[in-house]
């Protein structure tokens, strides 16, 4: 039988979501508890990948697995068996049709910037610091040409794997609350360092650093040398992964219980 899961998770504790060895991974330990519950070993495939310090609210995983438990045991068993840095949030039975990367539309992160000119001891995991001021309109206006089909190899990682640098993004939006900036931003894919990139492009502009066109010669470029500085792993969430409505998947976008 196959099994659809969400997992939420600090990432500030972890190497990032792919097992390396023993080092500490997110998918080491989901898939220590899950073999554990079931007796027996069970791989686990996700809706994408994270690096260290990345964090997650609604990261979507799969197995598949001989073993026969209830709902609520799956649930139960394997958050007892899971560190405090890790938590399964639902559990359902799904068709062997169902792939937690293939399957998926749509990928959706928030980016949390704190802009103060102090540093936050407590929000030091959980977000990146700005403490120049940052000019919000301005980095929604710079943001909006980056919306639709492109070539986003200005935006990632030297060492992406990624066949294409061809993404598609629906929409992104910045919000500030007080000192807490959030970018919210959905693709049908992200490369690897994307949202980390664009995040960075668009402080530099948003502090004045850089002018309103250059996220546009940026994106042109398409050299990843013309992109600036990559932000900090830790203001990166995953927050949403979409599927295809047969699959019948609980739907729930949360933001960072923190942040709230």
Known sequence: MRFAAAVEYDGSYFHGWQEQ?????V???IERAFSTVANETIKVICAGRTDAGVHA???IIHFDTVAERALHSWLFGVNSNLPTTV?????MPVNDEFHARFSAQSRRYHYYIY???IRSALLRRYTSWQCRVLNVELMQIAAQCLVGEHDFSSFRASQCQANSPIRKIDFINLTR???????????NAFLQHMVRNIAGVLMAIGTGQ??????????HAKARAEGGVTAQPNGLYLVEVAYPIEFNLPIEINPPAIIC
């Open 27 to 29: 998918q080491l330990e």
């Open 21 to 25: 060895g023993e080092l500490a991974t």
């Open 177 to 187: 609350q007080g000192d807490l900036i959030c970018l919210d931003i959905q693709a």
């Open 57 to 59: 609210t609604q990261q």
């Open 115 to 117: 802009n103060h000119r």
């Open 87 to 91: 938590s399964v949030r639902w559990i």
């Open 210 to 219: 850089e002018p309103l066109t250059w996220i546009e010669e940026v994106l």
